[in-house]
């Protein structure tokens, strides 16, 4: 008895000698890494010299927190989790009995949606829900459809895509420049975006489907770029960096949104107020995405559906039985590209102004990483992605109180892409096959059971 | 004629830093398969360590050699980059290792997003302008070339030369080489496949702060956001010399430099990285896999 | 060089003439040909390194070969020229389907979606190339339905009824080998084309196959055409047997013809340099014996 509570207690002891030494060691790395850029700044004095401004005080906080970080983890927070994972692993599996909440996820989240705007306008009043139903709302809800349309290229038939944000770009300047050039409404200008970006999807598609994995991800980033390169140099017709201004607003069966007399708050008599348009758009957003997750739920039912998740499993027996992987390859890169068109459209239409600095490859690297956090090929967990990434960012802007922590000079907004790539790697390593790591059947013959990530490939193409 | 010899030299010039960082590219793909979408930012704070020490130097050590100075500069921001590369093996790539393909390639772009954004908090998101350390120019015959270039040149190639003895005649560069073969084959006939992997990062984040700092001192500019443009070019040269393969790095980084410099000289400067971004597009088209790399053999 | 020839009166469904195919300086297969009858099954056998994978890969389209040409005759009596075909269409139009020496399943979709895929081409006609089903045609959800009835006999035939919602990455070895099969069937093939089908299997899982490919000649009229390593299973099944050799054809006849060639005894078991011409010889005198007892 004794002789066990010795050995405990030694395994204790060494525990907090490993736990120091490995904290000795963190501090190290840490003062290595930032002993440059956080014990100094570079700074222009006033004759515009670059000089420097020591900062050591800041340097020691920083080695400090890793040093006791790192302590707390391997004496305290790496043992509880063995702990709690031999527990696990001990305890009899009990089947998770499916709740009502989860089986009617979609239901309840889609109503959610469409009672968020009236219930923001019951709580904060007309302007006070601006703010949510505009940052909040509406920039999720592009995120979330732009998702959706890549998804069907690289979660489904598992095609590297780096340039994604190159059809968002025809989309919205195919709807500024025809609005601006001829007039045309939103509702005509809306397909004819989706077609356009269709059509530059089978262009850029075509040449670049001999390559496989990698290299096509590097020609489709370099589509990506040429297209923006283009829109910021032909400018006669682009207006360059200047972007495109003045893009007219959508209207609902012809009804507008403006202050005039047969405007929208006019014929209701209500007060003007630009929260009518960002409800319009939130609506029509919502609408255009879950047109999006219809048209996906339906694709994977049938052959084209099938096929591009048979071509991410396996390209060369998907050729032995028959089927001509370049159009299957094509009609993905198409309706991928088509829904990254809509989704442009609509943002031109809300922002009433493109440039080309909104269609940068951060952009395809922040829609590509919510497929993958989400799961690829999982609309729920890529909406679950896109909440968290894009939400979580955005409601950076909102803490003020960080203010008192951290002082007046504090800007919460400064640190919003340091977070969200620092999310993007937690995530990642958290949950490598993302939120939803498990695939959906879409044929079964008793019961549908979904199937383990581990089985699916991610393609190579 | 001496027009167009003058391109050569300065394509060469921006030929030479595109190679250098082409290499961290093509090394880690041969290595572990995965675009370090990161390793841009790496060659950025590269130049940001590079100037930092200038300016420790400056402040505090007024009237120190040119010669030394670079040296410095060099040394600590090979360790610096070398550092960081090397914690963020650990932290966000080792973990995902041999998981799913894509998982690395997010932590990657993630890495990228965090080193950035990093610097523009920790250092402000203003243009950083040096005075120029060297700028001794010589004529000839009717080609002028500057001190800068021949510098840019020579370290260039020395360091090349260093690094292919290391890869191709060190017990080091045959780990590397059998674990890029075959990772599983290499651990089971004894090479530490972790220690080599992390090997790697540092190698290339040295020749990535190299080029950082040759950059800073051939613009005499840097800033938080030139991780990117740089970091993409050297991206498309490795691809287009074919990634996996360290001349084909080089060779890649040379003719994108050419490109860029012939191209600017004789079209429009508007159009230069649509150009090299064409070409990469086309070369890729007719040869799948690079203008030196191995074709992939689809195996039925 | 003269081969048993008793075949005169059946209906050759492959036509394999004069093929060749070189990889730079290598010769993997040298001017063969053979035939392969209609509701045969005719195995492709050689020691490894043969050049049978390569065959295989020529006539299903994966390789185009240097040389020669390649008939498939459809029971309609439509022919169709495989060399010229890019793979998909000679599954697609001429209606030859293959299996993979190392298998090749779509393992992250269920084995019902396996079979499902394979009734591609017929689908996608059905559901007006996706336009039509999207707006929900009946037409595409009949043609659905039945898809399902066909994947559920394959199901059956396989025995893999009971695994049909289980993704197919998890059955083990000798069950995928049959689903890969089925799933070939469930293109409508004419010639199914197996590449070492028995290869890993256990005696009874490779009984199992037996069965399921002696039924499908039985049931579906499909002539079938493998390649094996496995002499017992090659014995056992076929009714015609090709013998490969360092890209050349060696024998070409009935199992036990093949069985008591002494070029193929060579072939398998190796023969000094010295005793080539004693082996010869013997060839000859047995050839001519032959030529007299056989009509």
Same mark, same amino acid.
Do not use: H
């Given at each position: 008895m004794a002789n066990v509570?010795?050995?405990?207690?030694?395994?204790?002891?060494?525990?907090?000698?490993?736990?120091?030494?490995?904290?000795?060691?963190?501090?190290?790395?840490?003062?290595?890494?930032?002993?440059?850029?956080?014990?100094?700044?570079?700074?222009?004095?006033?004759?515009?010299?670059?000089?420097?401004?020591?900062?050591?005080?800041?340097?020691?906080?920083?080695?400090?927190?890793?040093?006791?970080?790192?302590?707390?983890?391997?004496?305290?927070?790496?043992?509880?989790?063995?702990?709690?994972?031999?527990?696990?692993?001990?305890?009899? *599996?009990?089947?998770?009995?499916?709740?009502?909440?989860?089986?009617?996820?979609?239901?309840?989240?889609?109503?959610?949606?469409?009672?968020? @705007?009236?219930?923001?306008?019951?709580?904060?009043?007309?302007?006070?829900?601006?703010?949510?139903?505009?940052?909040?709302?509406?920039?999720?809800?592009?995120?979330?459809?732009?998702?959706?349309?890549?998804?069907?290229?690289?979660?489904?038939?598992?095609?590297?895509?780096?340039?994604?944000?190159?059809?968002?770009?025809?989309?919205?300047?195919?709807?500024?420049?025809?609005?601006?050039?001829?007039?045309?409404?939103?509702?005509?200008?809306?397909?004819?975006?989706?077609?356009?970006?269709?059509?530059?999807?089978?262009?850029?598609?075509?040449?670049?489907?001999?390559?496989?994995? *990698?290299?096509?991800?590097?020609?489709?980033?370099?589509?990506?770029?040429?297209?923006?390169?283009?829109?910021?140099?032909?400018?006669?017709?682009?207006?360059?960096?200047?972007?495109?201004?003045?893009?007219?607003?959508?209207?609902?069966?012809?009804?507008?949104? *403006?202050?005039?007399?047969?405007?929208?708050?006019?014929?209701?008599?209500?007060?003007?107020?630009?929260?009518?348009?960002?409800?319009?758009?939130?609506?029509?957003?919502?609408?255009?995405?879950?047109?999006?997750?219809?048209?996906?739920?339906?694709?994977?039912?049938? @052959?084209?559906?099938?096929?591009?998740?048979?071509?991410?499993?396996d390209e060369i027996a998907c050729r032995s039985l028959g089927i001509n992987t370049t159009t299957t390859k094509l009609t993905a890169f198409a309706t991928g590209a088509m829904f990254g068109g809509f989704a442009g459209s609509f943002f031109a239409v809300r922002q009433g102004f493109v440039s080309p600095e909104s269609f940068v490859f951060l952009e395809s690297a922040v829609i590509l990483a919510i497929v993958v956090l989400g799961g690829m090929g999982s609309l729920t967990g890529i909406a679950i992605a896109a909440v968290v990434m894009i939400g979580g960012t955005e409601i950076l802007r909102e803490l003020a109180f960080l203010k008192v922590v951290f002082g007046p000079n504090f800007t919460p907004e400064l640190y919003r892409m340091l977070i969200f790539g620092l999310a993007m790697v937690v995530v990642m390593v958290w949950k490598p096959r993302g939120f939803v790591g498990s695939r959906e059947p879409t044929a079964f013959l008793r019961e549908r059971r979904a199937v383990s990530g581990s089985f699916t490939k991610e393609g190579h193409g | 004629m001496e027009y167009f010899i003058q391109q050569l030299v300065n394509g060469l010039t921006l030929g030479s830093i595109y190679g250098m960082i082409a290499i961290g590219y093509t090394m880690v793909y041969g290595i572990i398969g995965m675009i370090n979408f990161a390793h841009g930012d790496i060659f950025m704070l590269g130049g940001f360590a590079a100037l930092i020490v200038f300016l420790l130097l400056t402040t505090f050590m007024a009237g120190v050699p040119v010669v030394l100075a670079l040296l410095l500069m060099m040394i600590v921001g090979m360790l610096t980059a070398a550092l960081w590369n090397w914690t963020i093996e650990r932290v966000a790539y080792r973990p995902l290792r041999g998981s799913f393909r894509l998982a690395p390639l997010i932590t990657a772009i993630g890495m990228s997003i965090v080193l950035s954004n990093f610097i523009q908090v920790t250092q402000g998101p203003r243009n950083k302008p040096i005075p120029p350390l060297v700028s001794s120019v010589y004529d000839l015959f009717g080609i002028t070339v500057s001190l800068k270039q021949i510098i840019i040149v020579v370290i260039t190639a020395i360091l090349l030369s260093v690094f292919w003895y290391i890869v191709n005649r060190t017990p080091l560069g045959r780990a590397q080489r059998a674990t890029e073969q075959d990772s599983k084959m290499a651990a089971l006939l004894g090479v530490d496949v972790d220690r080599t992997i992390s090997v790697t990062f540092i190698m290339g984040a040295a020749l990535a702060a190299v080029a950082g700092t040759l950059y800073l001192m051939y613009y005499g500019v840097v800033v938080f956001t030139d991780g990117f443009a740089p970091g993409v070019k050297a991206f498309t040269a490795a691809v287009l010399g074919g990634i996996g393969s360290l001349p084909g790095a080089v060779l890649g980084g040379l003719l994108i430099g050419l490109i860029e410099s012939l191209w600017s000289a004789y079209f429009t400067i508007d159009y230069k990285d649509v150009a090299t971004f064409s070409i990469l597009a086309i070369v890729l088209i007719f040869k799948p896999s690079g203008i030196l790399g191995r074709p992939e053999v689809e195996k039925v | 060089m003269t081969f048993e020839t008793n075949t005169m009166t059946k209906d050759p469904i492959l036509k394999v003439e004069r093929l060749s195919m070189r990889f730079g300086g290598l010769m993997a297969i040298n001017d063969f040909s053979f035939e392969a009858y209609r509701g045969d099954i005719t195995a492709l056998i050689g020691p490894n390194g043969a050049g049978k994978t390569t065959v295989f890969n020529c006539i299903t389209g994966f390789y185009k070969p240097t040389m020669g040409m390649i008939t498939m005759k459809q029971k309609a009596g439509k022919e169709y020229l495989l060399e010229r075909l890019p793979d998909f269409e000679i599954t697609k139009h001429a209606k030859v389907a293959r299996t993979f020496q190392n298998i090749r399943m779509f393992s992250g979709l269920t084995v019902l979606e396996n079979l499902l895929v394979a009734q591609h081409n017929k689908l996608m006609q059905a559901s007006g190339y996706t336009v039509l089903g999207l707006l929900g045609f009946p037409a595409y959800r009949q043609a659905s339905r039945e898809a399902i009835e066909i994947a559920k006999h394959w199901l059956d035939m396989a025995s893999l009824t009971d695994r049909a919602d289980d993704p197919a990455g998890d059955l083990p070895y000798g069950a995928q080998r049959r689903l890969e099969i089925a799933r070939a069937m469930c293109t409508g093939p004419e010639l199914l084309c197996l590449d070492e089908p028995a290869a890993g299997l256990n005696p009874r899982e490779s009984a199992a196959l037996n069965e399921l490919l002696q039924a499908i000649r039985r049931d579906t009229g499909t002539s079938i055409l493998l390649i094996e390593h496995d002499m017992s299973v090659v014995m056992e099944i076929s009714d015609h047997v090709v013998v490969l050799e360092y890209g050349q054809k060696i024998s070409d006849g009935n199992p036990e013809f093949v069985k008591n060639d002494p070029r193929v005894i060579a072939a398998y078991l190796g023969v000094e340099d010295e005793e080539v011409e004693e082996v010869i010889e013997q060839i000859v005198e047995i050839e001519s014996e032959q030529g007299g007892t056989q009509p």
């Open positions: 509570a010795s050995t405990t207690a030694s395994a204790g002891t060494e525990l907090t000698a490993r736990a120091l030494r490995e904290a000795v060691f963190s501090g190290l790395i840490t003062l290595g890494l930032f002993v440059l850029f956080v014990g100094l700044e570079t700074t222009q004095n006033i004759r515009n010299e670059l000089v420097l401004n020591q900062r050591w005080g800041l340097l020691v906080i920083f080695v400090v927190v890793a040093m006791v970080g790192r302590f707390l983890m391997v004496a305290y927070a790496q043992p509880w989790l063995a702990q709690r994972k031999a527990a696990k692993a001990a305890a009899p *599996d009990v089947a998770k009995e499916e709740t009502f909440f989860s089986r009617n996820f979609s239901k309840i989240a889609i109503i959610a949606l469409v009672l968020y @705007p009236p219930v923001i306008v019951a709580l904060l009043g007309v302007q006070g829900s601006l703010k949510w139903v505009d940052n909040f709302g509406i920039q999720i809800l592009i995120y979330v459809m732009l998702a959706w349309g890549l998804n069907i290229v690289v979660g489904l038939a598992g095609l590297l895509d780096l340039g994604y944000v190159a059809f968002y770009a025809v989309g919205a300047y195919s709807y500024a420049l025809l609005s601006s050039y001829f007039g045309l409404s939103f509702w005509v200008l809306l397909p004819v975006a989706g077609l356009l970006a269709a059509c530059w999807g089978v262009i850029l598609g075509f040449p670049v489907l001999r390559l496989r994995g *990698d290299y096509l991800a590097i020609v489709t980033l370099a589509f990506g770029e040429i297209i923006r390169l283009v829109l910021i140099n032909w400018t006669e017709v682009t207006k360059g960096t200047f972007g495109v201004s003045g893009i007219a607003k959508a209207t609902l069966f012809g009804l507008k949104f *403006d202050a005039t007399k047969t405007g929208f708050a006019a014929m209701m008599g209500l007060p003007m107020s630009s929260a009518y348009y960002k409800i319009f758009l939130f609506y029509l957003i919502l609408a255009l995405a879950l047109l999006t997750a219809f048209v996906t739920i339906r694709l994977r039912r049938m @052959p084209i559906g099938r096929a591009w998740e048979a071509l991410r499993e | - | -």
